[in-house]
């Protein structure tokens, strides 16, 4: 069964997010909140965990769209093909915020995701999510929790979330409640920045 921990988002315990670092490092799967919904995580260097999630998915891990949760946006060159001053400035506007960039990727991707072109990045403004991967010293790979709930469709309870999950994940953490609306996607591999799904982050920005 996994573990339930409450963190606070104004001031993470360390030993706590320790605790969730050593569980992904284990190649273990955790649920934690971000600044939009709750996010299903593993370690991005974790080829079993990796694989773990493509499989409660229920898709291949190559055909997967995966967000990488980052810490910050030094982070995004580990992963990312060299971006032009446009896309720095836009990137440096909205994050962290409740944004999803699809921006091209590079040739130090995981073997997993060396087949795609591009690769979704996120910097949500979490303090608990953003700790974790500080921590972790590289990115979270994440997918969203869908309810099966047609209505509600994402969980925003943890207790609710930790009670359908407790069998499936390692560990869930409780930040209390999340939002239920996904986060903006935005493509950044064009010419022209193109809105692939509204979700939370205001579009004026851009």
Known sequence: MAEFIKIYEDKPSEAAIKKVVDVLKNGGLIIYPTDTVYGLGCDITNSRALEKIAKIKGIKIEKANFSFVCSDLSNISDYVRQIDTSTFKILKRALPGPYTFIL???????????????????????????????????????????????????????????????????????????????????????????????????????
């Open 104 to 206: 091209p990727g590079n040739n130090d991707l995981p073997r997993e995701f060396r087949k795609k072109k591009t690769v979704g990045i996120r910097v949500p403004a979490n303090n608990i999510a953003l700790e974790i991967v500080k921590l972790l010293g590289n990115p979270i790979v994440s997918t969203s929790i869908h309810d099966d709930d047609e209505v509600l469709e994402y969980s925003t309870d943890p207790e609710l979330i930790f009670e359908k999950w407790q069998n499936i994940v390692d560990l869930v953490i409780d930040g209390g409640y999340g939002d239920n609306t996904p986060s903006t996607i935005i493509d950044l591999s064009g010419y022209e920045p193109e809105i692939i799904r509204e979700g939370k982050g205001d579009i004026d920005i851009f």
